[in-house]
């Protein structure tokens, strides 16, 4: 992060920012390209609320780590080299997560996965920066908050990643602003918008015509001296497509950045077509738009040719000799899928590769009869479990313990890669499973791509609308482009399917035989 340049705040190089910054109530919503200075922004609304007006203010982001980058790094930078803000904060009386002014104002720092932090915060003014990223239900929990004051302000930004979804469905549901200027050859009002504002040259991106590359005006084809920007942006206003009393959004892209020529654009675009991971980053982060990728999402069309003849309620296996295995996703309801394993061919080293799957059972049971599951073990002869390790730990513990042997714990977590399962025992040896969520889910929606799965005729409308709300991504995580599912909906199932794809790499290794008796 550049640091805060000394003295007034200006808005040349973001002329866009202005008007958005004086909205004083209601709810504001910025769909945005990366680097575009909305971040500081959202700082100096922070500050003014808690120094000019004396009131509370809640500022969420994705996870408590940001969070304290936020309060140590931006924040504190900034009021350090302001005159008039350096005494605004009480000392001594702040940390990383409050703050407090003279004026007895506080300002809350939550990351958006403590969801217990965002509970217990009564105010008036919230901004959520970066609202794509954050945990589900961030922004429900944050308009409860607001919920019991007369005057309300919401701020909300963040680079988009999936259509309606997110910050691209806040900007869809508000006024759809878009920031247009006067040509300053034809008069006409325009707007900068890929790819009809930008004259493309070069055939790829290490081709040195890139550098010819220009913007211009897409009535008159006059070009747009990148280095003149700010002079024709300067008078340049918001225009509404529709009207949203009490909702106002904004989409902004890199085109208007001062800093980001034409060359680096088009060169980005080229790059684009190289990879995945390119398509995704070149639409959200440069064009501030969301992005789907092909195959990325299951439809009902895909589901269906992988519908057998088969039905839920076939009778049950005589005895142990099919590799049968269950996952259970743990929430509201135990989410739960009964999947028989067979191998056409030689399994070799890559079970899942020479695998095809047969789901056998789709159930909804209360979060409160995990006697059923124990039942199911039995009923459908099960060579091993695997059960969410949150949120009901210790019940999942007392199950497995229950099925020693045959059963385990799984969690996600970063620092596993592919088909990796990290295994710790505890002191009642119940095995904790960690693997990587996205590695996972991939094993498991891919088998419908693949045709490598069948599924009941009768699974039901939830088993498919659940396998069907992830939505495979790119991220930045670690300062790499890394994949992601994001859940647009519930997606329980799913995680069940995932599941078993982690009991049949365990049920494998392990190949007991042993019936398992109720």
């Not at 010819?212 to 003149?228: F, I, N, R």
């Not at 088909?419 to 119940?430: A, C, L, Q, R, S």
């Not at 069948?454 to 482009?481: C, V």
């Amino acid at each position: 992060m550049p640091l805060p340049l000394k003295g007034p705040m200006r808005f040349d190089r973001f002329p866009f920012q202005k008007e958005i910054l004086n909205i004083e109530e209601g709810q504001v919503s910025v769909l945005k390209a990366a680097q575009m200075g909305f971040s500081i922004a959202g700082i100096v609304r922070t500050l003014y609320v808690i120094a000019e007006k004396g009131a509370d203010c809640l500022v969420v982001l994705p996870t408590q780590a940001l969070a304290g980058d936020f309060a140590k790094g931006r924040l504190d930078s900034i009021v350090a080299i302001s005159p008039d803000l350096k005494d605004v904060f009480q000392r001594g009386a702040d940390s990383v997560g409050l703050k407090k002014s003279k004026k007895n104002a506080s300002l809350y720092i939550r990351g958006s996965v403590s969801q217990r932090g965002l509970v217990s915060v009564p105010i008036g003014t919230a901004i959520v920066d970066e609202l794509d990223r954050c945990q589900s239900g961030t922004l429900e929990l944050v308009r409860e908050r607001l919920s019991g004051q007369l005057t309300k302000y919401l701020f909300t930004l963040s680079t988009p990643t999936l259509p309606d979804f997110g910050i691209h469905k806040e900007y869809l549901s508000g006024t759809r602003e878009i920031f247009c200027f006067k040509c300053p050859s034809c008069g006409l009002h325009d707007d900068l918008r890929w790819p009809e504002s930008v004259v493309i040259c070069g055939d790829g991106h290490q081709d040195p015509r890139c550098a010819d590359s220009h913007l211009q005006c897409t009535h008159c084809k006059t070009k747009l001296p990148h280095e003149s920007k700010q002079e024709w942006l300067a008078t340049a206003a918001w225009q509404a497509s529709q009207k949203c009393p009490g909702h106002r959004s904004f989409s902004i892209n890199q085109l208007y950045s001062t800093t980001v020529t034409p060359e680096e654009f088009v060169v980005a675009s080229h790059k684009s077509q190289l990879s995945d991971s390119a398509a995704v980053e070149f639409a959200n982060q440069k064009t501030g738009q969301p992005f789907l990728l092909a195959n990325s999402r299951l439809t009902e069309a895909t589901i269906n040719t992988c519908r057998g003849a088969h039905s839920i309620h076939d009778p049950r296996p005589q005895d142990s000799s099919k590799l049968i295995v269950m996952g259970v996703d743990v929430g509201t309801y135990l989410d739960t899928c009964v999947m028989e394993y067979s191998f056409p061919t030689d399994p070799g080293r890559e079970p899942y590769i020479n695998s095809t799957a047969k789901l056998l059972s789709v159930s909804r049971i209360p979060s409160s009869d995990w006697g059923q599951l124990d039942r199911m073990m039995s009923e459908w002869q099960v060579r091993y479990c695997v059960i969410d390790f949150q949120p009901e730990t210790n019940l999942a513990k007392a199950f497995a313990r229950r099925f020693h042997g045959f059963a385990g714990l799984a969690q996600y977590r970063r620092g596993t890669v592919g088909n990796e399962i990290k295994e710790n025992i505890d002191e009642n040896f119940v095995p904790t499973l960690t693997v990587d969520r996205t590695s996972f889910l991939d094993f498991a929606l891919n088998r419908f791509y693949k045709g490598t799965i069948t599924i009941p005729h009768d699974a039901g409308s939830i088993f498919h609308e659940h396998i069907k709300a992830l939505a495979r991504t790119y991220q930045t995580q670690d300062d790499a482009m890394k994949a992601t599912y994001i859940a647009l909906a519930d997606d329980h199932m799913a995680h069940a399917l995932a599941y078993c794809e982690v009991a049949l790499l365990r049920a494998f290794k392990k190949s007991t035989g042993r019936e398992i008796n109720p």
